[in-house]
Structures are given as C-alpha cells and as structure tokens.
C-alpha cells in the first residue's frame, strides 16, 4: 500500500494543478439553500458545471440504511459517512454513488453536455448539507478524471484533491468533520481519505496556489485599468489635436517660430492622423487582448505566461504615446489665436473636454 505521507501529497496536487488547473472558491451559500429545499438534483448539476461537467444528474434516492456496497454494479463508485453512537454501532449514514459509463465521453468534449450520470443519494442528505456537498464534489472528481482519462482515475486521494483544486477547497474542510453535541459526549465523524495532518497540508498548499494565481490576476487587472484609462485620455486627447489643427489650418497666428512652423507643417504630411489612429487600435486591441483575464476565474500553469511583460510594455508604449500627444497638444495651443482659443475652450467644454 502507498504511503500517503506530504511528499505523496505534494506531488498528486502538482500533478493534477497541471491537468486540471486551479479554480476559485465556488460560493456555497446558494448550493447549501438548494439542499436545504430538498432540490438536490439542481445542486448536483450547479457543482457538476463548476466543475465544467455539463452534465444531466439522474439522481436515485436510497434510504439512509442503504450500504454502498449493495450496488452489484462494480463500476459505480461509493462514498459513505457513517454516523456511530458511542459504542461505535452505525445509526445512520449519508450515502453519494455515482455510476462511471464505460462509454464517458472525453473531458471538455461537445458530447458531455447533458449526458446523463446516475447518481444515488441518501435520503437524509439535508441533515449534513455541506458534508454532501463536499461528498459530491468528490464523486464527480471521480468523473473528472475518468473523462481526462487521467492514471489516478480511481485514486480517492487525487479524487479529494481534484474537488479541492476545482473550487471545493473549503467545502470539503468544512464539510469532511460532523461534530454533533450529545449532551453526555460530543461525536466527531470524518470524511474523507487523508488523516487530519495530510489533509490541513493539502488545504494549505492549495489554498497558497489560488491566493499566488489571484494575486498575478490583480495585477493584471491593475495594469488593464491602467492601460483602459491611458486609453481614453489619448482618444480625447487625439480628437482635440485634429481640433486644434483645423483652427490653425483657418486662422494661423500671425507670429509663427521657425521651429513650430517646421512642426506644424509635420502635422500636414500625409498619413500622419493616420498613422495615428492606428497606435490607438493597436493599444484597443492590447486592452481587448487582456480584459478576458479581469473576469478570470480558473488557472492553469503558465497561464499568465509572457501576458505581465506584455502588459508592461503596452503601458511604457502609451506613457511614451501620451507624452508625444501633450507636446503636439501645447505646440498647437500656443499658436491658435487667443479669440480660437476661447471659442475653442468653450466649445470642447460644452462636450465635457476642456483644452
């Protein structure tokens, strides 16, 4: 038998963040209301599609005396937590089995969605609401890996590891332990396959993947931000450019330098709003390239990959756009005609866009 020590662990959750990623935490509250109204089946459906499982739940329920192992069926697979009285006599269990077809389609594939998984259910599943919400994201990892076709596929460890990878990491700490008061004694029921020890150094080695991954997304979304509001300062900026222009082009200052003169004519060349334009859709579509990332939920390795030093570049570009774009600004308002100039003032100011 394999020793299930850190080292084992380390190296299953390295293994499976490289297939199946990381996700956020699902949010709980709607998943426990849904139990708690006995709607089981669109439970199982919500943490299925978390899990990017499209499936369709044919959910069975059995009675809470109900034992796994009176499935005949060997590819259905079982989990049990049984509660004890204080002789350690079983008085009730919550039952989760879910059946593997044989024919599963592939992970990710057209054909898993709405293709129906049977799946027995306890009766008695609203007593322990986020212990059967931590059972059934352990089932349906067992899903997950059949349909990546994954080694480990009926491994229990990978399985608690691929629920606690995929969102379910504190659903399963707080779900795994059923400590119920019995006024003589308190009970304490464990689920899962990993000891305490093993299980608070999973907890804790992947909750540090999510937070190190969240905080490369922030910031991401920092720098987009940035980059979005440098945007739309230049598209104004630009605009009051072709503006100022027109006036010089009607009514030039009387007294031109040599040196803004020389500038100026620059201005006529052309192509040159062209060329213009073209840098602002070069920096829209850097901005449409990272924006998916700000609604980001779900990390693989390597997914921020070269995008930070991308970003970083986009922003030195357009510092250096927008100080090219102020000096052309103050090279045109420094030889428009003072009456332009406050027609002009006034009117970009009515748009919301002072000079």
């Not at 509250?29 to 943490?47: F, P, S, T």
């Not at 069975?60 to 350690?88: M, Q, R």
């Not at 029921?189 to 992947?206: E, H, K, L, Q, V």
């Amino acid at each position: 038998m394999v020793e299930v020590d850190s080292k084992y662990v380390y190296t299953a959750i390295n293994d499976l963040f490289g297939f199946i990623g990381i996700k956020e935490e699902i949010q709980r509250d709607e998943l426990l209301e849904l139990v708690r109204q006995n709607k089981v089946q669109e439970c199982i459906e919500k943490i299925a599609e978390y899990m990017l499982l499209p499936i369709k739940a044919n959910v069975v329920f059995v009675p809470s005396d109900y034992h796994p192992s009176y499935a005949k069926e060997s590819n259905f697979i079982s989990d049990e937590l049984v509660v004890t009285d204080s002789s350690g006599k079983g008085i009730d269990s919550i039952v989760a089995q879910i059946l593997i077809p044989s024919g599963l389609p592939f992970f990710g594939s057209a054909s898993l969605k709405n293709y129906p998984i049977q799946i027995r259910i306890s009766d008695n599943v609203t007593k322990y609401p986020e212990t059967f919400l931590a059972m059934v994201a352990h089932e349906l990892s067992h899903l997950v890996l059949h349909a990546l076709r994954y080694k480990e596929k009926d491994n229990e460890i990978h399985a608690d590891i691929t629920s606690m990878l995929l969102g379910f990491n504190s659903i399963v700490r707080d779900g795994r332990v059923v400590v119920e008061d019995k006024g003589y004694y308190t009970q304490k029921t464990t689920y899962g396959y990993m000891p305490d020890d093993r299980f608070d150094y999973a907890y804790s080695y992947i909750s540090g993947i999510l937070r190190e991954n969240e905080n490369i997304k922030e910031e991401i979304c920092k720098k987009l931000s940035f980059l979005e509001k440098h945007l739309s300062l230049l598209k104004k900026k630009f605009s009051k450019i072709k503006y100022y222009k027109s006036i010089i082009d009607r009514a030039p200052k009387k007294r031109i330098c040599q040196e803004d003169a020389q500038r100026i004519v620059l201005l006529h060349q052309p192509g040159y709003f062209a060329e213009l334009e073209s840098q602002l859709c070069a920096f829209e579509e850097k901005v449409k390239h990272g924006k998916p990332y700000k609604s980001k939920g779900h990390y693989h390795k390597n997914w921020h990959s070269n995008l930070i030093e991308y970003l970083s570049k986009a922003l030195c570009d357009i510092k250096e756009a927008n100080r090219k774009f102020n000096q052309t600004l103050k090279l045109l308002k420094r030889n428009i005609p003072f009456a332009a100039k406050l027609k002009g003032i006034l009117g970009y100011g009515l748009k919301g866009a002072r000079g």
